[in-house]
């Protein structure tokens, strides 16, 4: 399966700068991109469900929709990221391999 858009290639209007001041600049940047941290909610998922195949697919597209729908603290705290993921139906209703 090939990665999502997402974690392919950051839109321009949210791309780092191309020259930041220093790693605490290009760390700023990169933590505000929504970009970055949908990709991110998406690569928690395929970590904590040890999968990444098309057969998740459905799941990993839903598990990042309810990241969404996190209040905006909780969506950059990784604890609050995979509490949501345990509580989600992604997590419950696993399928053998």
């Given at each position: 399966?090939?990665?999502?858009?997402?974690?392919?290639?950051?839109?321009?209007?949210?791309?780092?700068?191309?020259?930041?001041?220093?790693?605490?600049?290009?760390l700023?940047?990169?933590?505000?991109?929504?970009?970055?941290?949908?990709?991110?909610?998406?690569?928690i998922?395929?970590?904590?469900a040890?999968?990444?195949?098309?057969?998740?697919?459905?799941?990993?597209?839903?598990?990042?929709?309810?990241?969404?729908?996190?209040?905006?603290?909780?969506?950059?705290?990784?604890?609050?990221?995979?509490?949501?993921?345990?509580?989600?139906?992604?997590?419950?209703?696993?399928?053998?391999?």
């Amino acid at each position: 399966m090939s990665a999502p858009p997402c974690c392919e290639r950051i839109p321009a209007s949210e791309q780092a700068p191309a020259v930041a001041a220093d790693s605490t600049d290009l760390l700023g940047a990169l933590a505000r991109s929504d970009a970055v941290k949908s990709c991110l909610a998406r690569q928690i998922f395929r970590s904590s469900a040890a999968r990444s195949d098309a057969s998740v697919a459905d799941a990993e597209n839903a598990f990042v929709e309810l990241w969404k729908k996190l209040p905006v603290k909780e969506q950059d705290r990784l604890v609050d990221v995979l509490i949501a993921f345990v509580k989600s139906p992604s997590f419950i209703e696993r399928r053998t391999q």
